[in-house]
């Protein structure tokens, strides 16, 4: 608090948010142990509101020095700074909250250890043809942000990461496959299913299957649904919404696509009670039976395109400023099973992962990507795997005018529960 | 700017101290002040900007051949650090079946400041935004631009190293980068094309980019108007920008030894002597470039930087080390054992990677073609398994042997040891551009790195509209 009344002769508002914690991380090579790192930090971040301008500093240190040269430096920059264009948030409903899985809390790394050796083992009995690591990762820690607009509130919290890699290598034909899991200490049943899920995935990864240049029926997998989600959630984030701000209530996607984003959610991930901003988070439809409801804010960009903010204003670190950011989404599940939808497609291809997607305008709905993994069907069979193949869609368009069907199953991909999405007319270039 | 704080100093008494008497095969302590600045102006707006300062360090100690790491923000944690940093290797010994060696080095005792041309610390965060405040006002003044995001950051990095070995170093480095990204909406589709500089001792490469600013607005303009490509197998020439980004994502990372000894199909395929392709293609890897942000005087475990050859006349040579791979081959540290930041332990990384120029002039590369693809000034690309994949913004079709009509922004995808043997050609000319960008591996990024190329001539790669 000493900053923040400092602050009250020097400034017209201020924020102070602060978050020690410790992570601890265990990769694995093979049967070799690459590292096992802890990190300790504890560092907080300054925002200053001055003449209608924004001042940010950060400091690892706690001294009154510190603090000063803190204070000096987010008031220095504040004479630049980006035009204060919100209000902050006053006092919450609660003043505290629990973000914290019993598990995660008292983990030690040593579990950590064995967990993720254990995880490799089962990997490596049930398929030998890829070369497996992984990296566990666990974080313990407080966060803590009050506001001169009587904002004071802290939380603890924990996550638990699991990362799994797989390299298939035979000659110079080379494949890498991955899963990526974040939430809670990992539920039992994913442990449980993961060989017979990975087995299905790598099944015909030595066969390969010739294809042409064209447009074909693509069934994305759960894991490949997400970076097409990306499409229309980039689009609606921040101030990318500001094109589709007017489009509110309009139909933008298909009416089978519902997309809630849920950072309250506590059945796999691990909920937060504000962003780190101090606005109070809330499950919420991004688009319901196809119809654009809202989309992801800071209180920035809120403000910017003239809605309410949505506690989407998250911070990566305490050093960095806020910025709106989906975590959990949840996309509602079709009818069809994912063999039903596969044994209906006549001429096409089953993504399970997209390699490469860093070329892609997601802001303009556009995916441009690499089938990293992708098996080509033929009369409702995978008959082998196609390589060095690319796609090119509008995800926005294909979500509105391509979706053939939903899966019924879901499955966690990350911290989202999502389902597959088989789509028409998805053109794909290939070089097999 | 705030300048770095001379805390370091005091600490580094400590350091040498505690770590000289710490009872293991080898420990290391690396501790980094940053100071650095950071902005974002859109559309003429100041969005972020920042001057701070960051802190912390990393202990790395090898117990019975297995790494232990932990990292702190606090100083007074360090000596805790270093017992935490030892109990976690003890932990790793426990369980790993590998045992780790480091190979021989000279211990360096040095301190090292970047030669600087115009310092980026003196300039004051006034003037640093005036002049890209000034850019952002001019490309918005060019016909059909609608939109432009400028970047900016530079830092002042003070590193020092101590090692139970010997090792004592104090590095003061330098960064800095500018980027412009001009864009336009046309025909549904959003355009860009971005401008942009970087060096580590001289604020210099971000003055006078008005003309490259009206190129890239000339380039937009002519991009709202041409049409796509049709999707294909072309043979194509890419550009020395492209060719960088090329040789840096679908070579260097596999020279890497670490990624070599973690998979032993990889470390097949790269096996020394083996001839990867045409006997006109040289490429090497090399920290002594001056300038470049791929400049390291010393890597993160105290070797010196040295140019490492990778490819001699087709054939492989070398791979890029740490002491750990180093001792793992049998072979010498290549002084590429770098760390993104204090949170991180080194990891074999590249600096200024490089592809020599060849013997032919880019016009014949061209006459050669009756129809296929010139392409270059790469916007982001990326590997993943055997596969690349690269978005080209400026194309051009050759048809007869001529370059014929521009076609918008191409992304080119290809097998990588394919394409590698595919080189038919590799042009006299040669060009290193310090780029806005970096290089990520690992979760360690966006390191600085330098990456320079001739053109060169592929005999096919598959070629879709972006």
């Given at each position: 608090?000493?900053?923040?009344?400092?602050?009250?002769?020097?400034?017209?508002?201020?924020?102070?948010?602060?978050?020690?914690?410790?992570?601890?991380?265990?990769?694995?090579?093979?049967?070799?142990?690459?590292?096992?790192?802890?990190?300790?930090?504890?560092?907080?971040?300054?925002?200053?509101?001055?003449?209608?301008?924004?001042?940010?500093?950060?400091?690892?240190?706690?001294?009154?020095?510190?603090?000063?040269?803190?204070?000096?430096?987010?008031?220095?920059?504040?004479?630049?700074?980006?035009?204060?264009?919100?209000?902050?948030?006053?006092?919450?409903?609660?003043?505290?909250?629990?973000?914290?899985?019993?598990?995660?809390?008292?983990?030690?790394?040593?579990?950590?250890?064995?967990?993720?050796?254990?995880?490799?083992?089962?990997?490596?009995?049930?398929?030998?043809?890829?070369?497996?690591?992984?990296?566990?990762?666990?974080?313990?820690?407080?966060?803590?942000?009050?506001?001169?607009?009587?904002?004071?509130?802290?939380?603890?919290?924990?996550?638990?990461?699991?990362?799994?890699?797989?390299?298939?290598?035979?000659?110079?034909?080379?494949?890498?496959?991955?899963?990526?899991?974040?939430?809670?200490?990992?539920?039992?049943?994913?442990?449980?299913?993961?060989?017979?899920?990975?087995?299905?995935?790598?099944?015909?990864?030595?066969?390969?299957?010739?294809?042409?240049?064209?447009?074909?029926?693509?069934?994305?997998?759960?894991?490949?649904?997400?970076?097409?989600?990306?499409?229309?959630?980039?689009?609606?984030?921040?101030?990318?919404?500001?094109?589709?701000?007017?489009?509110?209530?309009?139909?933008?996607?298909?009416?089978?696509?519902?997309?809630?984003?849920?950072?309250?959610?506590?059945?796999?991930?691990?909920?937060?009670?504000?962003?780190?901003?101090?606005?109070?988070?809330?499950?919420?439809?991004?688009?319901?039976?196809?119809?654009?409801?809202?989309?992801?804010?800071?209180?920035?960009?809120?403000?910017?395109?003239?809605?309410?903010?949505?506690?989407?204003?998250?911070?990566?670190?305490?050093?960095?400023?806020?910025?709106?950011?989906?975590?959990?989404?949840?996309?509602?599940?079709?009818?069809?099973?994912?063999?039903?939808?596969?044994?209906?497609?006549?001429?096409?291809?089953?993504?399970?992962?997209?390699?490469?997607?860093?070329?892609?305008?997601?802001?303009?709905?556009?995916l441009v990507g690499t089938v990293g993994l992708g098996y080509r069907i033929m009369n409702g069979e995978r008959v082998g795997r196609i390589k060095n193949a690319a796609l090119n869609l509008n995800?926005?368009?294909?979500?509105?005018?391509?979706?053939?069907?939903?899966?019924?199953?879901?499955?966690?991909?990350?911290?989202?529960?999502?389902?597959?999405?088989?789509?028409?007319?998805?053109?794909?270039?290939?070089?097999? | 700017?705030?300048?770095?704080?001379?805390?370091?100093?005091?600490?580094?008494?400590?350091?040498?101290?505690?770590?000289?008497?710490?009872?293991?095969?080898?420990?290391?302590?690396?501790?980094?002040?940053?100071?650095?600045?950071?902005?974002?102006?859109?559309?003429?707006?100041?969005?972020?900007?920042?001057?701070?300062?960051?802190?912390?360090?990393?202990?790395?100690a090898l117990v019975q051949g297995a790494w232990g790491v932990a990292t702190f923000t606090n100083p007074a944690h360090f000596e805790t650090s270093i017992n935490l940093a030892i109990k976690l290797?003890?932990?790793?010994?426990?369980?790993?079946?590998?045992?780790?060696?480091?190979?021989?080095?000279?211990?360096?005792?040095?301190?090292?400041?970047?030669?600087?041309?115009?310092?980026?610390?003196?300039?004051?965060?006034?003037?640093?935004?005036?002049?890209?405040?000034?850019?952002?006002?001019?490309?918005?003044?060019?016909?059909?631009?609608?939109?432009?995001?400028?970047?900016?950051?530079?830092?002042?990095?003070?590193?020092?190293?101590?090692?139970?070995?010997?090792?004592?170093?104090?590095?003061?480095?330098?960064?800095?980068?500018?980027?412009?990204?001009?864009?336009?909406?046309?025909?549904?589709?959003?355009?860009?094309?971005?401008?942009?500089?970087?060096?580590?001792?001289?604020?210099?490469?971000?003055?006078?980019?008005?003309?490259?600013?009206?190129?890239?607005?000339?380039?937009?303009?002519?991009?709202?108007?041409?049409?796509?490509?049709?999707?294909?197998?072309?043979?194509?020439?890419?550009?020395?920008?492209?060719?960088?980004?090329?040789?840096?994502?679908?070579?260097?990372?596999?020279?890497?030894?670490?990624?070599?000894?973690?998979?032993?199909?990889?470390?097949?395929?790269?096996?020394?002597?083996?001839?990867?392709?045409?006997?006109?293609?040289?490429?090497?890897?090399?920290?002594?470039?001056?300038?470049?942000?791929?400049?390291?005087?010393?890597?993160?475990?105290?070797?010196?930087?040295?140019?490492?050859?990778?490819?001699?006349?087709?054939?492989?040579?070398?791979?890029?080390?740490?002491?750990?791979?180093?001792?793992?081959?049998?072979?010498?540290?290549?002084?590429?054992?770098?760390?993104?930041?204090?949170?991180?332990?080194?990891?074999?990384?590249?600096?200024?990677?490089?592809?020599?120029?060849?013997?032919?002039?880019?016009?014949?590369?061209?006459?050669?073609?009756?129809?296929?693809?010139?392409?270059?000034?790469?916007?982001?690309?990326?590997?993943?398994?055997?596969?690349?994949?690269?978005?080209?913004?400026?194309?051009?079709?050759?048809?007869?042997?001529?370059?014929?009509?521009?076609?918008?922004?191409?992304?080119?995808?290809?097998?990588?040891?394919?394409?590698?043997?595919?080189?038919?050609?590799?042009?006299?000319?040669?060009?290193?551009?310090?780029?806005?960008?970096?290089?990520?591996?690992?979760?360690?990024?966006?390191?600085?790195?330098?990456?320079?190329?001739?053109?060169?001539?592929?005999?096919?790669?598959?070629?879709?509209?972006?």
């Amino acid at each position: 608090m000493y900053i923040l009344d400092r602050l009250k002769q020097l400034a017209q508002g201020a924020e102070l948010y602060s978050r020690d914690e410790e992570r601890g991380k265990v990769h694995i090579e093979g049967s070799h142990i690459q590292s096992i790192q802890v990190d300790r930090s504890y560092g907080r971040a300054l925002r200053v509101f001055k003449n209608g301008k924004i001042g940010f500093g950060h400091t690892s240190q706690v001294d009154t020095e510190s603090d000063a040269r803190l204070i000096e430096r987010a008031l220095s920059v504040a004479s630049h700074g980006q035009v204060a264009n919100f209000e902050l948030p006053g006092k919450p409903g609660s003043s505290a909250g629990q973000c914290v899985d019993q598990t995660t809390e008292h983990l030690e790394i040593e579990n950590v250890v064995h967990f993720a050796k254990r995880v490799l083992e089962q990997l490596r009995s049930s398929n030998r043809t890829l070369g497996w690591s992984t990296i566990a990762s666990y974080e313990q820690g407080t966060v803590s942000l009050v506001n001169s607009a009587g904002f004071e509130a802290q939380y603890d919290f924990t996550n638990f990461h699991l990362v799994l890699s797989g390299l298939y290598t035979q000659e110079d034909d080379i494949v890498h496959y991955y899963r990526k899991w974040s939430g809670k200490w990992p539920m039992r049943e994913l442990i449980s299913t993961l060989s017979g899920r990975v087995n299905q995935e790598l099944n015909e990864i030595s066969y390969i299957s010739k294809m042409e240049h064209g447009a074909y029926q693509v069934v994305f997998s759960p894991l490949a649904t997400k970076a097409l989600l990306h499409t229309v959630v980039k689009p609606i984030t921040g101030k990318n919404a500001n094109l589709l701000s007017k489009r509110i209530d309009k139909h933008i996607l298909d009416p089978k696509i519902t997309l809630v984003e849920d950072p309250t959610c506590d059945e796999f991930c691990q909920p937060i009670p504000f962003d780190d901003e101090g606005v109070v988070t809330r499950p919420k439809y991004l688009f319901k039976e196809g119809v654009f409801v809202e989309g992801i804010h800071s209180l920035a960009t809120a403000s910017s395109v003239e809605c309410w903010p949505t506690g989407n204003g998250l911070r990566p670190e305490y050093s960095k400023t806020p910025r709106p950011k989906a975590v959990n989404l949840f996309l509602s599940p079709g009818s069809q099973s994912v063999n039903e939808i596969v044994a209906n497609v006549k001429n096409g291809v089953y993504i399970v992962l997209l390699g490469n997607t860093v070329n892609s305008n997601f802001r303009a709905g556009q995916l441009v990507g690499t089938v990293g993994l992708g098996y080509r069907i033929m009369n409702g069979e995978r008959v082998g795997r196609i390589k060095n193949a690319a796609l090119n869609l509008n995800g926005l368009a294909a979500l509105k005018n391509q979706i053939i069907a939903i899966s019924s199953e879901r499955e966690w991909v990350d911290s989202s529960f999502l389902p597959s999405i088989a789509l028409d007319g998805i053109y794909i270039g290939s070089m097999s | 700017m705030a300048s770095v704080s001379n805390q370091s100093d005091d600490l580094y008494t400590l350091f040498s101290t505690v770590v000289a008497q710490v009872p293991v095969e080898y420990c290391e302590v690396r501790w980094e002040e940053t100071s650095y600045t950071r902005f974002i102006i859109r559309d003429g707006d100041v969005e972020q900007v920042e001057e701070n300062e960051l802190g912390g360090g990393c202990v790395r100690a090898l117990v019975q051949g297995a790494w232990g790491v932990a990292t702190f923000t606090n100083p007074a944690h360090f000596e805790t650090s270093i017992n935490l940093a030892i109990k976690l290797a003890q932990l790793s010994a426990q369980h790993s079946n590998r045992v780790i060696r480091l190979a021989e080095t000279i211990p360096q005792q040095a301190r090292v400041t970047f030669p600087i041309q115009e310092d980026p610390c003196s300039l004051l965060l006034a003037s640093k935004l005036a002049l890209f405040t000034e850019y952002d006002r001019y490309a918005r003044t060019l016909p059909n631009i609608e939109h432009c995001v400028c970047r900016y950051f530079d830092e002042a990095k003070r590193t020092v190293l101590v090692t139970s070995n010997g090792t004592h170093l104090i590095q003061n480095q330098t960064d800095l980068y500018g980027s412009l990204t001009l864009s336009a909406f046309s025909q549904g589709k959003n355009l860009s094309v971005p401008v942009y500089g970087g060096s580590s001792n001289d604020f210099g490469a971000l003055r006078n980019l008005q003309a490259g600013i009206k190129l890239a607005g000339e380039h937009l303009t002519q991009l709202q108007k041409v049409p796509s490509v049709q999707t294909n197998t072309y043979p194509v020439v890419i550009g020395p920008e492209l060719a960088s980004l090329l040789v840096h994502e679908a070579f260097g990372h596999f020279s890497e030894a670490d990624n070599q000894i973690n998979n032993p199909q990889l470390l097949q395929l790269m096996q020394k002597g083996r001839s990867l392709a045409n006997r006109c293609l040289n490429i090497f890897d090399s920290g002594l470039e001056v300038g470049t942000r791929g400049f390291v005087p010393f890597d993160d475990e105290g070797v010196p930087g040295q140019r490492t050859d990778l490819i001699r006349e087709g054939k492989l040579v070398g791979r890029l080390h740490s002491r750990e791979t180093a001792a793992w081959f049998g072979e010498q540290p290549t002084g590429n054992a770098r760390a993104v930041s204090f949170r991180f332990p080194p990891i074999c990384r590249m600096r200024t990677i490089n592809i020599g120029p060849g013997d032919t002039p880019y016009e014949d590369m061209i006459r050669r073609i009756s129809l296929g693809v010139y392409a270059d000034g790469p916007y982001g690309g990326k590997v993943d398994g055997e596969n690349f994949s690269f978005v080209a913004l400026k194309a051009r079709m050759i048809r007869h042997g001529q370059l014929a009509e521009h076609v918008g922004p191409v992304n080119l995808t290809g097998s990588i040891f394919r394409t590698w043997a595919n080189i038919e050609a590799v042009g006299t000319d040669y060009l290193c551009k310090d780029t806005a960008g970096g290089c990520g591996k690992g979760g360690q990024g966006p390191l600085r790195v330098s990456a320079g190329a001739p053109h060169l001539l592929v005999k096919e790669l598959l070629v879709t509209p972006r």
